[in-house]
């Protein structure tokens, strides 16, 4: 069995407003990421990806703040944790974040070089700049990017390479657990390519231990990730592996997002891509029942009144539905044969 | 069959150079494009191809460094603001990005006012006007009571872009140019966007073209795909054609680098 890196236990992190409204963007999520494994996070805008993310690494700051929950880094629980010591011990060494703008932090005035230094010696005083150069050397290297942006300026690489800097940059100090956060969504396909490949590589080579992938592309995630988790409304309402959840979805959310899918290839015509209507809940009021109910297809009066708990439908697969997995296969069987008329 | 149908709009060899000297791009380069009406085109290449510019050039908005676009057979003719708006009440455009598409300072009742009286409805009774507008708003799912009085910042990016679609339906141009209209939202709100505007099209009998970075958004609506890179075609003809069997080491590149979900994604090509 392998070692558990991460593990999260109803997490709950809510925003304050400034007219003093609590919105809860992550309600109650529990995961666990293994090591050598990678977990996807889809969903639409708003439904508390990102803000998952952040609540992930420990570090709080206003608008958002830690209600209840434990985060587990390899057998450590760093929740409640004070912010200054997340950063000085966490941020980095455990855990490792990349914002989707992540190339946006390279100072201008600096040579990439000089970033690393100053990463590697805010967390470790004791390393001569030597050492940083081989070190930094011989992970570009790995990562197949050559060893001459080290003594470059921001501004002379591309947009695709300045992305791939940062993500090699995040995890010299070995980070147990990376979080991408849409790191690939601002590049061209071909960069996006890239990031992806380097990604593999460094899970690959042993610089990180475990991944979680934010993204809303399904065909990115499908073919990056392990299992894939899809969140709605700060909750999540169904984790499966990668192909379940593609190929097999049970929560009508993630049905819905599945028949959303656009990739080049044969019989994608002749399909009709179906939408979800309606807009997700405002999360300042969130309904008393299943937050999907008010655009869901297959709601029922009960849905709206009783909270559902998260099901167990075997082999690590949950979801949040009152329908059972057959009844919900009857249901899109039916739907299924009804569009085909 | 394409070629029984009218020629709505083509260009013949328009160019469009920025700058002089040392500085000199040539962003598009010698296009020859032929649309026939009622077809939809797809424009496909990756940023700094010159589609953008491309569709200014065809817009108006910009002029041309050389070449001619030619509007059903005939010159276009943009050389004054009157000419201009004939022009225009002939093509219109969605763009990527909808929170600078609309007047900070116009209410929407104003912005779709204003289609109508484009369309020589400025003398119609008022009850007249706002049972279009309702027409046009439920249309794409707004409810037009809501958005009375309203600014067009105060809606969400998804709605802005229906509300560029509802302008398309009581404008009911020739020709619509969209400009990655789908770039910004994300992928649910994707098919709710492509179904309007497909539906749209089938009820208006109009030119579509669209310009896009995304292979497989193109594959999914047109009929004709064309592939540019660097300011050039390098490849079109129908989507089964060019998406299935690309010729073009461009293309064959382009459509490798998407993931996919049916077949193996290959990360040793880069």
């Given at each position: 069995?392998?070692?558990?890196?991460?593990?999260v236990?109803e997490l709950t992190?809510?925003?304050?407003?400034?007219?003093?409204?609590?919105?809860?963007?992550v309600d109650h999520v529990s995961l666990?990421?293994?090591?050598?494994?990678?977990?996807?996070?889809?969903?639409?805008?708003?439904?508390?990806?990102?803000?998952l993310?952040?609540s992930?690494?420990?570090?709080?700051?206003?608008?958002?703040?830690?209600?209840?929950g434990?985060?587990?880094?390899?057998?450590?629980?760093?929740?409640?944790?004070?912010?200054?010591?997340?950063?000085?011990?966490?941020?980095?060494?455990?855990?490792?974040?990349?914002?989707?703008?992540?190339?946006?932090?390279?100072?201008?005035?600096?040579?990439?070089?000089?970033?690393?230094?100053?990463?590697?010696?805010?967390?470790?005083?004791?390393?001569?700049?030597?050492?940083?150069?081989?070190?930094?050397?011989?992970?570009?290297?790995?990562?197949?990017?050559?060893?001459?942006?080290?003594?470059?300026?921001?501004?002379?690489?591309?947009?695709?390479?300045?992305?791939?800097?940062?993500?090699?940059?995040?995890?010299?100090?070995?980070?147990?657990?990376?979080?991408?956060?849409?790191?690939?969504?601002?590049?061209?396909?071909?960069?996006?390519?890239?990031?992806?490949?380097?990604?593999?590589?460094?899970?690959?080579?042993?610089?990180?231990?475990?991944?979680?992938?934010?993204?809303?592309?399904?065909?990115?995630?499908?073919?990056?990730?392990?299992?894939?988790?899809?969140m709605?409304?700060g909750q999540i309402?169904?984790?499966?592996?990668?192909?379940?959840?593609?190929?097999?979805?049970?929560?009508?959310?993630?049905?819905?997002?599945?028949?959303?899918?656009?990739?080049?290839?044969?019989?994608?015509?002749?399909?009709?891509?179906?939408?979800?209507?309606?807009?997700?809940?405002?999360?300042?009021?969130?309904?008393?029942?299943?937050?999907?109910?008010?655009?869901?297809?297959?709601?029922?009066?009960?849905?709206?009144?009783?909270?559902?708990?998260?099901?167990?439908?075997?082999?690590?697969?949950?979801?949040?539905?009152?329908?059972?997995?057959?009844?919900?296969?009857?249901?899109?069987?039916?739907?299924?044969?009804?569009?085909?008329? | 069959?394409?070629?029984?149908?009218?020629?709505?709009?083509?260009?013949?060899?328009?160019?469009?150079?920025?700058?002089?000297?040392?500085?000199?791009?040539?962003?598009?380069?010698?296009?020859?494009?032929?649309?026939?009406?009622?077809?939809?085109?797809?424009?496909?290449?990756?940023?700094?191809?010159?589609?953008?510019?491309?569709?200014?050039?065809?817009?108006?908005?910009?002029?041309?460094?050389?070449?001619?676009?030619?509007?059903?057979?005939?010159?276009?003719?943009?050389?004054?603001?009157?000419?201009?708006?004939?022009?225009?009440?002939?093509?219109?455009?969605?763009?990527?990005?909808?929170?600078?598409?609309?007047?900070?300072?116009?209410?929407?009742?104003?912005?779709?006012?204003?289609?109508?009286?484009?369309?020589?409805?400025?003398?119609?009774?008022?009850?007249?006007?706002?049972?279009?507008?309702?027409?046009?708003?439920?249309?794409?799912?707004?409810?037009?009571?809501?958005?009375?009085?309203?600014?067009?910042?105060?809606?969400?990016?998804?709605?802005?872009?229906?509300?560029?679609?509802?302008?398309?339906?009581?404008?009911?141009?020739?020709?619509?140019?969209?400009?990655?209209?789908?770039?910004?939202?994300?992928?649910?709100?994707?098919?709710?966007?492509?179904?309007?505007?497909?539906?749209?099209?089938?009820?208006?009998?109009?030119?579509?073209?669209?310009?896009?970075?995304?292979?497989?958004?193109?594959?999914?609506?047109?009929?004709?795909?064309?592939?540019?890179?660097?300011?050039?075609?390098?490849?079109?003809?129908?989507?089964?054609?060019?998406?299935?069997?690309?010729?073009?080491?461009?293309?064959?590149?382009?459509?490798?680098?998407?993931?996919?979900?049916?077949?193996?994604?290959?990360?040793?090509?880069?």
């Amino acid at each position: 069995m392998a070692n558990t890196m991460l593990e999260v236990h109803e997490l709950t992190t809510k925003y304050v407003t400034r007219f003093r409204e609590d919105v809860y963007a992550v309600d109650h999520v529990s995961l666990k990421v293994e090591e050598g494994r990678s977990l996807g996070i889809a969903g639409e805008s708003g439904c508390g990806k990102s803000t998952l993310a952040l609540s992930l690494m420990g570090y709080y700051f206003p608008p958002l703040h830690y209600m209840s929950g434990d985060i587990i880094i390899d057998g450590r629980n760093i929740s409640g944790m004070n912010p200054d010591d997340v950063r000085k011990s966490i941020l980095g060494r455990e855990i490792a974040y990349i914002p989707q703008a992540a190339m946006n932090a390279l100072n201008p005035t600096q040579k990439i070089i000089h970033f690393i230094e100053d990463v590697i010696q805010e967390h470790d005083m004791y390393v001569t700049k030597k050492d940083i150069y081989d070190r930094a050397r011989k992970l570009f290297e790995t990562v197949g990017l050559p060893a001459e942006v080290l003594e470059k300026y921001p501004v002379e690489l591309s947009g695709g390479m300045k992305q791939r800097t940062v993500i090699a940059v995040s995890v010299l100090l070995l980070p147990k657990v990376l979080i991408a956060d849409e790191p690939s969504s601002a590049l061209d396909v071909t960069s996006q390519k890239m990031v992806i490949k380097m990604l593999k590589q460094l899970m690959e080579a042993g610089f990180i231990s475990s991944m979680i992938f934010i993204t809303h592309e399904l065909p990115l995630l499908y073919n990056v990730t392990d299992d894939i988790m899809v969140m709605y409304a700060g909750q999540i309402v169904e984790k499966a592996a990668a192909q379940e959840a593609v190929f097999d979805p049970l929560h009508p959310y993630s049905k819905g997002l599945m028949g959303s899918i656009i990739v080049p290839e044969k019989g994608l015509r002749d399909v009709k891509l179906t939408a979800i209507p309606g807009v997700p809940p405002n999360l300042k009021k969130p309904p008393m029942g299943c937050r999907f109910a008010e655009r869901c297809k297959l709601a029922k009066p009960e849905c709206r009144v009783t909270s559902v708990p998260l099901r167990d439908a075997g082999n690590g697969r949950t979801y949040r539905c009152i329908l059972s997995e057959n009844e919900l296969r009857e249901a899109y069987a039916r739907e299924a044969s009804q569009n085909a008329k | 069959m394409p070629s029984e149908k009218q020629i709505c709009l083509s260009t013949s060899g328009l160019t469009k150079i920025y700058g002089f000297g040392a500085h000199r791009t040539v962003a598009v380069d010698h296009v020859d494009l032929k649309l026939y009406e009622g077809e939809v085109v797809s424009i496909v290449g990756e940023s700094g191809s010159g589609k953008t510019t491309l569709a200014k050039m065809l817009l108006g908005l910009i002029s041309s460094s050389e070449g001619e676009v030619y509007f059903q057979g005939i010159k276009r003719d943009i050389s004054s603001q009157k000419k201009k708006q004939e022009y225009w009440k002939n093509i219109q455009a969605i763009f990527q990005d909808p929170f600078s598409s609309y007047n900070i300072f116009n209410k929407i009742d104003s912005v779709l006012l204003d289609c109508i009286h484009m369309r020589g409805g400025r003398n119609l009774p008022h009850a007249k006007k706002v049972e279009m507008m309702t027409e046009a708003c439920s249309f794409v799912n707004l409810k037009f009571e809501e958005l009375t009085n309203k600014y067009p910042f105060e809606l969400s990016g998804g709605q802005m872009q229906r509300l560029m679609i509802a302008r398309i339906f009581l404008l009911k141009p020739k020709i619509l140019l969209a400009d990655e209209p789908t770039s910004m939202i994300d992928a649910c709100s994707r098919a709710t966007i492509l179904d309007m505007l497909m539906q749209l099209r089938k009820e208006i009998g109009m030119t579509v073209i669209f310009i896009t970075h995304d292979i497989g958004l193109a594959y999914y609506v047109s009929d004709t795909v064309y592939i540019m890179e660097h300011g050039r075609f390098v490849e079109f003809g129908s989507a089964d054609e060019v998406i299935l069997q690309p010729k073009e080491p461009y293309t064959q590149r382009l459509i490798n680098d998407v993931p996919k979900i049916y077949e193996e994604w290959d990360l040793s090509t880069v």
